[in-house]
């Protein structure tokens, strides 16, 4: 029963590892357009082709088919209700690559909230 | 740029969309519970068990709904600022394990619910620190 646990905590890792790589290929590709919010439809049409026609944004896709299909093998294995919690590592992975790769800064407060979201996990994982 | 305040219609918006995540949640699961889980996860084994969960309906009812919630979260954004929806839209927290007692028939110690709230906790923290840095940009 423990190496079943270690393996889905381990595949949720993984799916929550490729919707990190989805998020960040995402946000470059929006970030290399320069593109400022505005309610112009034929604005923000154009912004979507641009966006469309950039590899980064496919790659991203790619991430986030795999991230899928991991969840669908974890979903498999384990308890709804423990998945869907625990999937929140996406949280801990994003905010360690907003810092380190996209190298943007956050209060103490976001670091706050993710510690919370670990410990909760780590709960969850026990009981 | 956007408005602080969320009316009646933005509430509906966004009780809408937490159902509509808990349901995507469920019938994903709904699609992986019909198949036998493989004991051994290789890529042979994932590829025959993939292949059979994505024949399911359940999956791609799930799909569909993964559309649904985009487009309404979506708009939702354009109304509202993240640090506001995003504490609103987390009731699928609460509302996805109560699901999987009701129709899943999991069972959940008092311990989990424990730890369910700290990660509920944390993702509304790292929501509102969203404000706290727009502000700070501003």
Redesign the interface.
Known sequence: MKEGLF?VLF?IALTSLCDTMNQLFLKSAINSLNFT?T?NIVKIFKFIFQLLIKPRLWLGFVFSVISL?I???V???A????A??AD?MH?IFI?LASHFVLKE???S??W???????????????? | ?FKKKVTLKILLLLISCDILETAV??F??K???A????AV?DLAT?VV??KA?FASPF?WAGLFTVVLVFIIWSTIL?KIDLSVAVPIASFS?IL??I???IF?D?Q??V??W????????????????SK??IA?VK
């Open positions: 393996l595949l919010p309610f299909c969840w669908l093998l979903l498999s294995k308890d709804l209700n423990f869907f919690s929140s949280y905010a800064r956050f209060s407060l976001r706050l909230g993710t510690g919370l979201i670990v410990w909760g996990i780590v709960i969850i994982s026990l009981s | 740029m949640h469920f994903f699961k699609s992986a519970l198949q036998s889980s493989p996860v994932a068990f993939l969960v999956l354009t927290y996805v394990p699901t999987s007692i899943l999991e959940i110690t311990f989990r424990v730890g369910i709230l700290f990660v509920l906790a944390g993702v509304i923290l790292v929501s509102l620190s706290e840095r700070q």
